[in-house]
């Protein structure tokens, strides 16, 4: 697939919430998983704690239990639930500033997609106990994008310098939008990002979908030497022309040190490990990152909304969950 992460200077800016999140208690174990806030004020700086709590390595085979953490609480055989966002947030309101930020802008980011991504309502809110991200094209062009008037209009969320993690079960269930051209994805960035870029930071792709491919979940790794239109993938399709747009579906990845394992629901479709990076290269899955969710419209991969696309279009989160080994 050829959808490079490059991205955008805006990444780079962090506005920081009053939060953070659950502190880790320390456990016996072999491995370390790595979680870290950050308060500061707007102009940077200020101070970062980390706290560490032990993880169990190696790859040995799980089986997603998906239905186990559906709904209430985040109770998973086998995982301590680290961090979660549930979104029951009152309808309408904006999402946890301690847990999230919205991104801005409409540079393309580095894939020539065609949405201006905003901080509003109208664009990323809790509703039914939803996180619902809408793609609309509604008032786009009070925003100026790189081919000119924005078309689209967007969400893009990070828990940067808010919740970084190194291993564990990162889960969330979403139901995602549907047509030509929209780009849902549920992924993570290292957390080393300002110092050593990307892809040497490493990016996890935990879902991707594009709408030519209404049935098709895509999961990835990018890093140095392996990254844009040749990462380490896979993807999985639904059985019997079922879209992923009709439904709820929980999109997870179990990683460990030296493997990653990619579910839809209770099915493992794909297992990653160090020894399938090209010779020479770098596994860099090593190190605390952070998790994004995004809806973009149009791009290198998925190409242009066409006659067939309506909007708005909305992807829908019940909730975002991240464990770790207890």
Not at 184 to 212: H, Q, R, Y
Not at 287 to 312: K, R, S
């Amino acid at each position: 697939m050829n959808h490079p992460r490059l991205l955008s200077p805006s990444l780079g800016a962090v506005f920081l919430g009053a939060a953070a999140l659950t502190a880790l208690a320390a456990c016996g174990g072999s491995g370390s998983t790595a979680s870290t806030a950050t308060s500061s004020g707007a102009g940077g700086g200020g101070s970062s704690s980390t706290t560490t709590a032990s993880s169990g390595g190696g790859a040995a085979g799980t089986t997603g239990s998906t239905g186990a953490a559906t709904g209430t609480g985040g109770g998973l055989p086998g995982w301590s639930l680290a961090w979660s966002d549930e979104f029951n947030g009152a309808d309408g309101s904006p999402i946890d500033a301690s847990k999230w930020t919205a991104l801005v802008g409409g540079d393309g980011w580095g894939n020539q997609e065609r949405e201006f991504y905003t901080t509003d309502t109208a664009n990323a809110r809790q509703e039914g106990g939803s996180l619902v991200i809408t793609a609309t094209s509604e008032g786009a062009a009070a925003h100026q994008c790189w081919y000119g008037a924005c078309q689209f209009t967007s969400a893009r969320l990070q828990t940067k310098a808010k919740m970084e993690q190194a291993y564990g079960r990162f889960e969330a269930r979403i139901q995602i939008p549907r047509g030509q051209g929209l780009w849902p994805a549920f992924w993570m960035l290292g957390g080393n990002i300002e110092t050593v870029s990307w892809p040497g930071c490493g990016e996890i792709d935990i879902m991707e979908s594009i709408g030519k491919e209404p049935g098709t979940v895509h999961g990835s790794l990018h890093g140095p030497g392996y990254s844009g239109g040749n990462p380490l993938t896979d993807k999985y399709a639904l059985p019997g022309g079922a879209s992923l747009a009709d439904a709820y579906h929980v999109f997870a990845v179990e990683w460990e040190k030296d493997v990653i394992r990619f579910y839809l629901d209770d099915t493992l479709y794909e297992t990653k490990t160090a020894a399938d990076v090209p010779a020479g290269k770098t596994w860099v899955y090593d190190h605390p990152f952070f998790v994004l969710l995004n809806v973009a419209v149009g791009g290198q991969w998925p190409g242009d909304p066409d006659g067939t696309t309506m909007f708005p279009q909305t992807m829908k989160v019940d909730y975002v969950r991240v464990y770790q080994r207890p």
